[in-house]
């Protein structure tokens, strides 16, 4: 039972990341061959940043909503305030859980 909550929680978790987007690094080495040892010639640190993704938002409202709205009619627009209203009780509920 404990397991299922912590994996429901990882869901919820990244769920709500990939709705709010995220940045993320890219570590990218390259290595030379010197006397038998692989020797590090080069390294690039990319930060990448991941935009929010409405089917995440889209996800989330019909989890959390407490009424039965169709979103799929929804424009772009009602759906990204619909998700800051969402995003904003989320983490409300998170500040107090800690």
Do not use: H
């Not at 919820?12 to 940045?23: F, P, V």
């Not at 989890?63 to 799929?72: A, M, P, R, T």
């Amino acid at each position: 039972m404990e397991d299922k909550l912590n994996y429901n929680e990882k869901i919820n978790k990244a769920l709500i990341k990939r709705a709010l987007g995220y940045s993320s690094k890219e570590v990218i080495e390259e290595f030379t061959q010197s006397d038998g040892d692989l020797i590090l010639t080069k390294k690039k640190v990319t930060k990448k940043n991941i935009p929010p993704d409405m089917s995440a938002v889209k996800i989330l409202l019909s989890f959390y909503s407490n009424n039965d709205l169709d979103f799929s009619n929804m424009t772009d627009e009602e759906l990204i305030l619909e998700r800051d209203k969402l995003l904003n009780l989320l983490k409300d509920d998170e500040n107090d859980r800690n």
